[in-house]
């Protein structure tokens, strides 16, 4: 997936907000994005997009709370009152509601951010990775879902009056996914001259896809990405990749 549609989204969610009507961000054409950026005061910046004049500090929060420097990530970069004009400080989490004690650092969700690259993700799509799309897909409703308000007091009761049976349904989907992993692992090892790619088990991949490389042709690979049969799409997912210069 093409990073410039997600610059272009930031960008847009900045705008749209007070602090942003009074940046300047037309310079930051080019610019290079590096992680856990060190600060002048030993701190970390999570997410660090800099320009020739012009900045965007991330600090990404999930579940922890703010009680990063923010005064050091903002001196480290910001140097001058040109840079100052040109440069903004972002808390980007799941609820945007960070007490944040820096003039020139605003909130954002994860889940504006992500409407807003969905929002424009339509003129990209004929260039893009299908598969890559599909994990933004994913990767998308996993915010949706962390995104939502906490459990309210009907539907907490209603878990503790049926929990034998909640637990129960749970206890079938998990053999359910164990039984369509090994129904795919079965199938794809009947294939000869493929090398299964080994994933952490458990891991956010090993729930929902393979990955297998010819063993014959140099560059040859394909992924199976099974997931949509566990959200009731009832689909199977098969894309076929060679990597490598053209002669």
Request: glycine share 6%; hydrophobic share 40%; net charge negative.
């Amino acid at each position: 997936m093409d990073l410039e549609i997600f610059i272009k989204s930031l960008i847009e969610c900045i705008n749209e907000t007070d602090l942003g009507k009074t940046k300047d961000f037309s310079t930051l054409n080019d610019f290079f994005i590096d992680l856990e950026y060190s600060t002048d005061g030993n701190g970390r910046i999570d997410i660090l997009i800099l320009g020739f004049d012009s900045a965007i500090i991330i600090e990404n929060k999930i579940y922890h709370h703010l009680n990063n420097n923010l005064k050091d990530y903002w001196n480290t970069i910001v140097k001058n009152k040109n840079q100052e004009e040109k440069s903004i400080g972002i808390v980007l989490s799941l609820s945007g509601k960070e007490s944040i004690n820096h003039a020139h650092f605003i909130p954002l969700t994860h889940l504006i951010l992500l409407n807003k690259v969905m929002a424009n993700i339509g003129q990209y799509l004929l260039s893009s990775s299908d598969k890559y799309y599909i994990y933004l897909k994913d990767f998308y409703q996993n915010i949706i879902n962390l995104s939502k308000k906490t459990m309210e007091k009907e539907e907490l009761l209603f878990v503790l009056n049926h929990l034998p049976k909640i637990n129960a349904v749970i206890g079938l989907s998990k053999s359910y996914k164990n039984f369509i992993k090994e129904e795919v692992d079965r199938a794809c090892n009947q294939l000869e001259g493929f090398r299964l790619v080994p994933l952490k088990i458990g891991s956010s991949k090993e729930i929902r896809l393979r990955y297998y490389e010819s063993e014959k042709v140099k560059g040859l690979c394909f992924t199976v990405l099974f997931s949509d049969l566990f959200n009731g799409k009832q689909s199977l997912s098969i894309y076929i990749e060679i990597w490598g210069e053209k002669d």
